[in-house]
């Protein structure tokens, strides 16, 4: 550009425009592109995460109704579907947690690049 004292009202018109205008427009575009994509990044974990849980879960129970099938006694089904039924409710409450651990840090990371502030 040319010198302030020759610039024109148009320059200064436009400089001002791009300074206070477009690259902050220029940069919240960036900020939102970015957080979209660690939003789109963290679905995916979550989801595997959840593949994960509904796999270890149906493997448990499978292993139940193993045990319960092989049972020699009403007192030993009831035993297995007892400690069936504990156990899952120990797994549900870690999957719950870990799920919801993820949750949180995942919406930290996605308005991070909103903020500004990193971590």
Excluded: C, W
Excluded at 12 to 35: C, F, N, R, W, Y
Excluded at 86 to 92: D, K, P, V
């Amino acid at each position: 550009m040319a010198d302030s004292k020759t610039e024109s009202p148009a320059d200064k018109a436009q400089s001002t425009i791009d300074e206070h205008l477009v690259q902050p427009m220029k940069k919240a575009g960036a900020a939102i592109k970015e957080s979209g994509e660690k939003a789109a990044e963290n679905s995916a974990a979550v989801g595997k995460k959840m593949l994960d849980h509904a796999e270890a879960n149906t493997r448990e129970a499978f292993a139940a109704m193993r045990a319960a099938a092989e049972a020699k006694s009403i007192q030993d089904v009831l035993k297995v579907q007892g400690d069936f039924i504990r156990e899952q409710g120990g797994r549900s409450m870690t999957q719950a947690r870990e799920i919801g651990e993820l949750i949180a840090s995942f919406g930290k990371a996605v308005m991070a690049p909103l903020t500004g502030k990193k971590d």
